[in-house]
């Protein structure tokens, strides 16, 4: 595969870094997010259950780590950038609100609804790291981190995935205006691609075993022509996903094979009915949604 390299490396502002510094370019950008205020925010907040008084629930800090973890894994036998994989990695999800997607999706009623456009988690992490760190001076990221941290959007489930290369931060702009407005831009390099298929392999199975610790599904529902290709507990899950994209992957893209893919697919639609819509996962949401609206209306009021 072609890898990305350090000394291509394009940063908005120009920077005159130390010449003792035994850091490359993406290594620099993994460091800035890992001590960046919106890292630190990830702690809190939980992935897809909240309000469950369970210490053992996935927290997006803990994905974000698995991701890096898996992707590099991945990215190590293709002879991808390891450092750019971690940054894009730690840096995915630090557009989310708290309350995972359903704090998105009230935050992006809200804003629709006040005419401010809507809200979408991949567009406020560039906002955050771009506009809002440094006291506004932003961390001056690498466009490629960048793009990756843009184009990560796991929610939509594809075989195969190749780079859109874009050269310059007018296209990178381009792609932050198309995704504001709905748009599924795609990454600019491999390793972008990468972390944007492992997105979906790292909570998928971590999903479900937070769902059977809280007693909501049981390991035996999964249907069986799921398990008998990837498995039915995490660990089990991630790697048959893993070494399959590892096989399959070539220099232009990064592929499932197909019967992998397909039961993915059936994995994930087998989540979104019996856990992510689950009414009692659901149980809260009047609660989370009367709680962004009242502090979202008094931001506003601030504001005014």
Known sequence: MKSSLPSQGIRRRDENPAKDDMRDAFSIDVDRILHSLAYTSYIDKTQVFYLVGHQGISHRVIH??????????IGRKQGLN???IEAIAIGHDIGHPPFGHDGENY???????AGIGGFRHNVQAIQALERIEKQGRGLNLSLQ????????NGETTEQEI???VGACFEDFDAKVRSALCGGNPMPMTMEGCLVRVCDTVSYIGRDIEDAISLGIIKRQDIPADITSVLGDTNGKIVYSLVEDLIENSNSEKIAYSSGVFEALKALKAFNYERIYLNARVKAESSKISTMYELIFD????DIE
């Open 64 to 73: 974000v780590q698995l991701l890096s973890r898996i992707a590099r894994t």
């Open 82 to 84: 390891d450092d750019l």
């Open 145 to 152: 981190v960048l793009d990756g941290i843009l184009c990560h």
């Open 107 to 113: 935050l992006d009623e809200l804003c629709t609804a």
């Open 298 to 301: 008094h931001l506003v009021g």
């Open 162 to 164: 190749s780079p859109d």
